[in-house]
């Protein structure tokens, strides 16, 4: 069975924009065209394309996406530039997991901070609270401005 390209679009939650722009980079040269130019894709692209999305999402830039891809059709040979490749932004992603969880620690604490300067009417309740009455999870942070200051 073959899908047009909006169809195909809409199955990977795409703008068809983003599949024809891929197409011109070259990284869909597995895509058949019928006489007439129009791309056709197969159930069998399904695989390339999500996997192309998930190298996308995960922070890959295009030409190395492009590299993949061709390491890709060429087989076997490959698999340890491929892995590499993998291993590579995988560690990327991780690293920025951790940047977005210590961001996410500094807003949880900012909000309690907020909040229990809401509930106190000031901001000053913070210098009187020793440190047992500050959440376990922030003192570390709380320390680390002090020793900071």
């Excluded at 899908?3 to 197409?23: C, F, H, W």
């Excluded at 907020?114 to 922030?138: I, K, M, N, W």
Aim: some cysteine; overall charge negative; charged content about 30%.
């Amino acid at each position: 069975m073959f899908y047009t390209i909006g169809e195909m679009a809409q199955k990977l939650n795409v703008a068809p924009s983003t599949l024809r722009y891929y197409d011109k980079e070259g990284l869909l040269p597995f895509v058949e065209r019928s006489s007439g130019g129009i791309r056709m894709f197969k159930d069998e692209d399904m695989e390339w394309l999500r996997m192309l999305g998930c190298l996308k999402k995960a922070g890959m830039p295009l030409k190395e996406i492009k590299s993949f891809m061709d390491w890709s059709r060429q087989g076997d040979a490959t698999i340890g530039q491929r892995l590499a490749l993998i291993e590579k932004q995988r560690q990327s992603v991780l690293d920025q997991q951790k940047q977005l969880e210590d961001t996410l620690l500094m807003l949880d604490y900012k909000q309690w901070y907020y909040q229990t300067a809401q509930a106190a009417g000031t901001c000053a309740v913070h210098d009187s609270l020793c440190p047992e009455e500050v959440p376990e999870r922030f003192r570390p942070l709380k320390e680390e401005w002090k020793a900071e200051d």
